[in-house]
């Protein structure tokens, strides 16, 4: 019975199915060499498959099919297999490749990703799911039942022909009794999870075997199942450079094993051996089979070419599939053991297929008749007649002129501006955060580069320039001022997009904050000016009323005659004795009014 796994032959070699990375299953026809049939299932992203197994449905015994139906579908599909696929979420799904279609759908109602499947007639399958084994009924369509077998996750399982027992491992292989759910025999002797496994059943029934490989040994273990047989260890070991992928045994009249092993690096090993023992040494290929391209560039270079599956047509002969997922052809080859390589040539079909379609889309164009068309060669006026001449495509144009049509200088105001806008070297600085490019745009000031540059801004660009320009704004006076047209600009002309934004007060926070600091600090400088003004003039008046009054004669010159001076001293001696008279007078109380007021004051103390 073949190992259920992500790519896999029927049992007569008819058909090749492979899951590919992208969760599609495709089906190669081996007799044809065609690409038969493609299936995307509807969930293929959220719960892609992870393996298949091809399977013979007995249709007569299908459960809900007429008997006349059952009759015409056994006639017409008896040749057919099915294939049951395993996915991400506990669903079994069977596809039928006569009706190019999933003939139905099993679930297990688990929720647990189907590792693994395998079935030892029509009617049951067994999967791995997590621990568990999981068991399905095809014919009745229907989930029997689930047990634990272990505290490691299943990676390979088996079902032994004709008998009620399966095989399952993990890092150890172990064998169960399907009815009693009892442990048999424990296999041990692989370092990572086991991948594959191959049941052998020689002709000599007394003994049988099972190969097992796992993804991270480069060995193949055979094991001995015969009950006489207690030793746990592997009887025989064949060593290979590679992971193993897939596993194909023939067994010949004569006893002899034959196994062909694909490995992942692309190549096919074969073993030839008979199994009457136990071996002390790894057993060696006795033959190796890869396939190249021939690239012709060179004598020593060559391409391999990827082999993914291999199995036998008959003891002689060999099936192989190689090539890629999306070209994949498949030859027979007869085995020479007696070559320790067979490198078979063959040619890249991915690689021609690639240079046709290169070739196929390259066009050529026609320049025989290609000519320069500039204000010598052209005739334009009225006087064209006078000056016409034939343009056969070969006039010369002399150096001077192609030059001229080539020079970058122009002159003054008739020099182009380029669409005189920066919106492409700032979106580039914005993307990049390239300083030097930002500072280089945002310094302009140039008012009508500044518009023309934000008119031409995407949208989502917005957000990291107002970020950038925030830190103008609260920087220096200089960059303050250029800081505040880019805003002012990209407020004006985004204004409703700005509106939308959701974040806006948080984007526009520290600018606002910088800009009211500034109007703060402005206010109390205007109002200390102000106070100034008022001040000064008070100040000044004062100052001045203060410097009339305080006016002196700093030299006083008299040019007067010393008779002059004589009749000043006589006015200020007759002044001085009448104040002193006066002086007198009042002190003695001979004065009328004193007197008065003297004979009054007696008059009231006498009384």
């Known amino acids: 019975m073949a190992v259920a796994m992500a790519a896999q032959f029927s049992e007569d070699g008819k058909y090749f199915a492979k899951l590919t990375a992208d969760g599609k299953l495709k089906i190669w026809n081996t007799l044809t060499n065609s690409f038969e049939q493609e299936y995307t299932p509807d969930f293929h992203l959220t719960t892609p498959c992870t393996c298949l197994h091809f399977i013979n449905l007995n249709t007569s015994r299908i459960k809900g099919v007429s008997p006349k139906k059952k009759k015409r579908r056994l006639s017409e599909t008896s040749s057919e297999p099915s294939i049951a696929l395993g996915t991400t979420n506990g669903l079994l799904l069977l596809y039928s490749l006569s009706k190019a279609n999933v003939d139905f759908t099993i679930d297990s109602a688990t929720s647990q990703t189907i590792n693994c499947l395998s079935s030892a007639d029509s009617c049951i399958l067994y999967s791995g799911a997590g621990q568990n084994v999981l068991v399905w009924n095809i014919e009745s369509r229907k989930f029997l039942s689930k047990w634990k077998v272990g505290n490691e996750t299943v990676s390979a399982i088996l079902a032994v022909p004709d008998t009620n027992k399966i095989f399952t491992a993990a890092k150890s292989i172990k064998l169960w009794d399907v009815q009693t759910k009892q442990v048999l025999r424990t296999f041990t002797g692989h370092s990572s999870e086991v991948t594959c496994l191959k049941y052998i059943l020689p002709s000599d029934t007394s003994s049988t075997y099972i190969i097992s490989g796992s993804k991270g040994d480069r060995l193949l ?327 009339g009054d305080d006016e002196q004669a700093v030299l006083v010159y008299d040019d007067r005659d010393e008779s002059d001076h004589s009749d000043i001293d006589l006015e200020i001696e007759e002044n001085s004795e009448s104040e002193n008279e006066w002086e007198e007078e009042s002190i003695d109380g001979e004065t009328p009014g004193n007197n008065a007021e003297a004979s009054e004051s007696d008059a009231e103390m006498s009384t």
């Open 221 to 547: 273990n055979c094991w001995s199942l015969s009950e006489s047989a207690n030793d746990r260890n592997a009887i025989a070991s064949f060593l290979m450079e590679d992971v193993v992928e897939s596993v194909e045994v023939n067994l010949s009249s004569e006893g002899v094993t034959k196994m062909v092993t694909t490995l992942r690096s692309g190549m096919v090993h074969l073993f030839q051996h008979t199994l009457n023992g136990k071996c002390s040494k790894p057993l060696k290929p006795k033959t190796s089979i890869q396939v190249v391209s021939d690239t012709g560039q060179s004598k020593d270079t060559i391409t391999p070419i990827r082999i993914l599956g291999a199995s036998f047509v008959d003891s002689e002969t060999l099936c192989i599939g190689y090539g890629s997922e999306a070209i994949l052809h498949f030859e027979n080859i007869t085995i020479s053991i007696n070559k320790k390589l067979q490198c078979l040539v063959r040619k890249d079909q991915q690689s021609k297929t690639l240079k046709q379609d290169q070739s196929s889309k390259t066009v050529t164009p026609s320049v025989s008749n290609a000519h320069y068309l500039t204000s010598q060669t052209s005739t334009v006026g009225a006087d064209s007649a006078s000056t016409k001449r034939k343009i056969d495509g070969k006039a010369e144009i002399p150096m001077e002129k192609r030059l001229e049509n080539l020079t970058l200088k122009v002159d003054g105001d008739k020099a182009p501006k380029a669409g005189h806008n920066m919106a492409h070297l700032l979106v580039q600085g914005l993307h990049s955060k390239d300083r030097n490019i930002l500072r280089t745009v945002l310094s302009k000031r140039d008012e009508e580069l500044i518009v023309n540059t934000v008119k031409r801004l995407p949208v989502n660009v917005l957000v990291p320039l107002i970020q950038e320009l925030s830190k103008f704004v609260s920087g220096k006076t200089l960059s303050a001022q250029i800081g505040r047209v880019w805003m002012k600009q990209i407020i004006q002309t985004h204004a409703s997009v700005l509106i939308s934004n959701a974040d806006l007060p948080n984007l526009l926070g520290s600018t606002v904050g910088s800009i009211e600091s500034r109007l703060s600090l402005a206010t109390s400088v205007n109002r200390l000016r102000g106070r100034i003004d008022l001040l000064i003039p008070q100040v000044s008046g004062t100052q001045g009323q203060q410097n």
